[in-house]
T-cell receptor, first 113, second 114 residues
Framework: QQQVKQSPQSLIVQKGGISIINCAYE??????FPWYQQFPGKGPALLIA?????SEKKEGRFTISFNKSAKQFSLHIMDSQPGDSATYFC????????????FGQGTTLQVKP | NAGVMQNPRHLVRRRGQEARLRCSPM?????VYWYRQLPEEGLKFMVY????????ESGMPKERFSAEFPKEGPSILRIQQVVRGDSAAYFC????????????FGQGTRLTVV
């Protein structure tokens, strides 16, 4: 019940295209859903996050879409650039509890020039 | 303002030795989380600590692993009698307040057990 399932495992997108990564969860007690970006040899860095009372959040080229009834959320990267090539992790947490994060398995994104 | 500092960045230990991983949180942060990342996998929560207290250790293996966050100094993740399966990247994250989920991650310690 504490799992977060992420897909696809890997993704190749042409420069300028839209990258879409999906996540699904089961526990309706989750109340905070962040996305992290990780480059090789680096720690994860918070990219964008959403709470379940909002259906969409946009920051620059990055958008989270949240479907509470389906218990799914997704990351859209518009106008994808080679510099976006990284591993992306979705996560969920009980922000009102300890704040520990439950991570998805990760998606390796490659943006081809 | 320095970010979360972890050291060493790389650590090689022989089977049976002890590994000590250190994490200095961001200035002013008193909440520390440890995560483990196995190759090709996501990060798994291990333990959540506040100064001098273990709050949630539900992700810690029952044996050989321990963590502390003393009043002074960095948080330490200690692995005794390491085995090959302990080889992983260990990440520390810190946050400013309890239940503040804007946690900032360090660059990790990559432990290799030979």
């Amino acid at each position: 019940q504490q799992q977060v399932k992420q897909s696809p495992q890997s993704l190749i997108v042409q420069k300028g295209g839209i990258s879409i990564i999906n996540c699904a969860y089961e526990n309706t007690a989750f109340d905070y859903f962040p996305w992290y970006q990780q480059f090789p040899g680096k720690g994860p860095a918070l990219l964008i996050a959403i709470r379940p009372d909002v259906s969409e959040k946009k920051e620059g080229r990055f958008t989270i879409s949240f479907n509470k009834s389906a218990k799914q959320f997704s990351l859209h990267i518009m106008d994808s650039q080679p510099g976006d090539s990284a591993t992306y992790f979705c996560a969920a947490s009980f922000a009102s509890n300890t704040g520990k994060l439950i991570f998805g398995q990760g998606t390796t994104l490659q943006v081809k020039p | 303002n320095a970010g979360v500092m972890q050291n060493p960045r790389h650590l090689v230990r022989r089977r049976g030795q002890e590994a000590r991983l250190r994490c200095s949180p961001m200035k002013g942060h008193s909440h520390v989380y440890w995560y483990r990342q196995l190759p090709e996998e996501g990060l798994k929560f291990m333990v959540y600590l506040q100064k001098e207290n273990i709050i949630d250790e539900s992700g810690m293996p029952k044996e050989r692993f321990s963590a502390e966050f003393p009043k002074e100094g960095p948080s330490i993740l200690r692995i005794q009698q390491v085995v090959r399966g302990d080889s992983a990247a260990y990440f520390c994250a810190s946050s400013l307040r309890a239940m503040n989920t804007e946690a900032f991650f360090g660059q990790g310690t990559r432990l290799t057990v030979v």
